[in-house]
């Protein structure tokens, strides 16, 4: 009786709902899967479960990738389809024609390849000093220092964050009048155009990115340390062998699988920056910190003449890249295994 009563109680307090109506609700399910299980068969039944998100997945992602290829190859501003013309690669003939690729002056779309040289180098650096960082990181943290797992969650605790809220949190303190800019006013210094100096802005970026994602990669390369069996390190102490000689001969060849799949995975997010650049930068300032997203959100949803085809042949580049970077990913997991 007793447990009758508190898993009563336990439907009218977290359910609202009284336990005949519970019990109709269960009854109805089961009669309903029954039918369905007699149509389809037993081997069936996987099926049926695995529809919902089959269904999400098609509309959401599936659909909306379909109709991305449809809007490159089609022209003008409307929204809908029936009222475009189909204008064949003529998005990419824009995207891709320059007198001279290395001076996007000379291009038809020269903010594109402003956006592709500057996603270059946000990627070249942000991967450098992100695996660079996570290395130092991981190392110090896979010793016996103390409070170590304090430390461990303090580091990953920025990427349980919002990009946007590390993105305003970071521009408030970078601001004209912000924190930093306070303390070195307080110091007699004069204030730092972070926000308002290409160099500034650029460097701001990178370095805030590291900062909220290290947190995941170090994760990685912590596992990845934890792997390398301790007999190694013994047996090169026993040799006499330094501390720096038994990193580069044990800890980074048996840690390179790992490091390789973390170096990929950093590759695709940098390509893919966009919500951290948007809310701290904005592009800005000029066109310092636009990059590939960036170009391809103001094109399709920001600019007043909606160039959709534009923007959708810009992704599709942008897509391929990512496969070619997915690819090799794959195959690098292929040879570890």
């Known amino acids: 009786m007793a447990v009758q009563s508190s898993e009563k109680s336990f439907r009218e307090v977290f359910f609202q709902l009284p336990s005949n109506t519970i019990d109709f609700f269960i009854s109805f399910v089961d009669v309903f899967l029954s039918a369905i299980q007699r149509l389809v068969g037993l081997k069936g039944m996987p099926y049926v479960f695995v529809l919902p998100n089959l269904l999400v997945f098609g509309i959401f992602i599936l659909f909306p990738m379909l109709l991305n290829f449809a809007y490159a190859f089609t022209g003008g501003s409307e929204f809908f389809l029936s009222e475009r013309p189909w204008v064949g690669t ?35 650096g942000q991967v450098l000093w992100m695996v660079v960082i996570s290395i130092i990181t991981a190392l110090i943290l896979n010793r016996g220092i103390r409070a170590r797992g304090f430390f461990r969650s303090v580091f990953f605790y920025p990427v349980l964050l919002s990009p946007i809220v590390v993105a305003l949190i970071w521009k408030w303190i970078l ?44 994760l990685i390369l912590l596992a990845g340390l934890q792997s390398i069996p301790a007999d190694l390190y013994e047996a090169a102490s026993i040799d006499g062998a330094s501390e720096w000689h038994s990193f580069w001969s044990i800890t980074l060849p048996l840690l390179m699988p790992t490091l390789i799949v973390v170096l990929v995975l950093a590759l695709i997010r940098a390509v893919q920056v966009f919500d951290i650049v948007f809310a701290f930068t904005g592009g800005g300032p000029g066109t310092a910190t636009l990059y590939i997203v960036q170009y391809i959100y103001d094109n399709g949803f920001a600019s007043p003449n909606k160039l959709y085809g534009i923007a959708a042949s810009a992704s599709l580049l942008m897509a391929g890249t990512l496969v070619v970077l997915t690819l090799i990913q794959l195959r690098f997991r292929r040879e570890e295994v």
């Open 175 to 218: 601001q004209e009048n912000g924190l930093l800019n306070g303390i070195i006013v307080s110091l007699g210094y004069e204030k730092l155009p972070f926000l308002v100096d290409a160099q500034w802005a650029r460097f701001w970026v990178i370095g805030i990115s590291v900062w909220a994602f290290m947190g995941f990669y170090t």
């Open 90 to 124: 003529t998005n990419f003939d824009q995207l891709l024609t320059c007198d001279n690729f290395l001076d996007p002056n000379t291009c038809t779309q020269d903010r594109f390849w402003r956006s592709i040289y500057g996603t270059m180098g946000y990627v070249l």
